[in-house]
């Protein structure tokens, strides 16, 4: 495996939690923008969430892989909760049916960022838990932080507990560029920084301002951080999105022409691999 190529349902909806029945049609774009793999929030599985093998047969027909389901918890205790626990282990049974497949963690943005420390090292302490299961199961995880205001690992110091706190035998990180960019940091460096952890990678532009942007057209140097990620041997994927008011507005023209762009400029880049994400 080298690096390759793919595209995140957030796209299409941002919220985790808003269930739809229209990854069939996502996945036909993605495939038509030139992409190889998915990565989608569970939320969006649809007539798939409960038929993994049904979903394996469509992305076989179009010739894509499943390269992560993303989950988001509250992880509001000190341990996991009955019903966070039930889910993380339906969906690590549903990715045994996807060997090659990570399973992205993504903690819910609280309502404010109270008692900060006690919340962060709660979410930390669950995210071990539930990434030692998986591990035992042959499932390999990483965690992905965002950057609203309330998000409870948004900035530097944040990350600085984070990786204090997180199992590097059991779970990775997936940096989220645009989500770097909103926490108020630099992008390449935190690339750099935990290159050793890194699992999984998200791509989405931003100016620093900041504001989502489309991609190429922001402040985030991504030729960069591919040929760093290259240079490393990275092998794996680097999932792409967008949250722009024109990809909210025109997702699928979004995708395709993200795709035009990573065809362009980043694919290139990867030197001494074969690169499989993307069609010539």
């Known amino acids: 495996?080298?690096?390759?190529?793919?595209?995140?349902?957030?796209?299409?909806?941002?919220?985790?939690?808003?269930?739809?029945?229209?990854?069939?049609?996502?996945?036909?774009v993605v495939e038509k923008a030139g992409f190889k793999g998915i990565d989608v929030q569970v939320s969006l599985l649809g007539?798939?969430?409960?038929?993994?093998?049904?979903?394996?047969?469509?992305?076989?027909?179009?010739?894509l892989e499943l390269a992560a389901l993303t989950l988001p918890f509250s992880w509001?205790?000190?341990q996991e909760t009955e019903e966070e626990r039930k889910l993380a282990d339906y969906f690590m049974e549903y990715l045994k049916h996807f060997p090659n497949?990570?399973?992205?963690?993504?903690?819910?943005?609280g309502l404010n960022r109270d008692h900060?420390?006690?919340?962060?090292?709660?979410?930390?302490?669950c995210?071990?838990?539930?990434?030692?299961?998986?591990?035992?199961?042959?499932?390999?995880?990483?965690?992905?932080?965002?950057?609203?205001?309330?998000?409870?690992?948004?900035?530097?110091?944040?990350?600085k507990v984070?990786?204090?706190?997180?199992?590097?035998?059991?779970?990775?990180?997936?940096?989220?560029a645009g989500h770097i960019a909103f926490g108020g940091m630099d992008v390449v460096n935190i690339y750099k920084k935990y290159l050793p952890w890194i699992k999984h990678v998200?791509?989405?532009?931003?100016?620093f301002k900041p504001e989502w942007k489309t991609m190429g057209e922001g402040a985030i140097d991504f030729p960069q951080i591919v040929s760093m990620l290259a240079e490393h041997c990275y092998k794996g994927w680097i999932m792409v999105e967008e949250e722009t008011k024109e990809s909210e507005a025109n997702p699928d023209n979004a995708v395709v022409n993200i795709g035009d762009y990573m065809r362009n400029h980043l694919a290139p880049i990867v030197k001494g691999v074969t690169v499989k994400g993307v069609t010539s």
């Open 47 to 63: 007539r798939f969430k409960n038929a993994p093998e049904l979903l394996k047969e469509e992305l076989a027909k179009r010739g």
């Open 127 to 159: 995210a071990n838990a539930l990434a030692k299961r998986a591990y035992d199961q042959g499932i390999v995880c990483s965690f992905h932080p965002s950057s609203p205001p309330t998000s409870y690992f948004r900035t530097e110091e944040d990350y």
């Open 116 to 125: 900060l420390l006690e919340r962060q090292r709660d979410i930390i302490q």
């Open 162 to 176: 984070l990786f204090e706190g997180l199992d590097s035998r059991y779970i990775g990180y997936t940096p989220d």
């Open 101 to 109: 497949a990570i399973m992205n963690i993504a903690p819910r943005v």
């Open 1 to 28: 495996m080298s690096i390759l190529f793919g595209c995140h349902g957030s796209t299409w909806e941002l919220d985790y939690d808003k269930e739809t029945d229209y990854l069939g049609h996502i996945i036909s």
């Open 202 to 207: 998200h791509f989405k532009d931003a100016s």
């Open 76 to 78: 509001s205790n000190h």
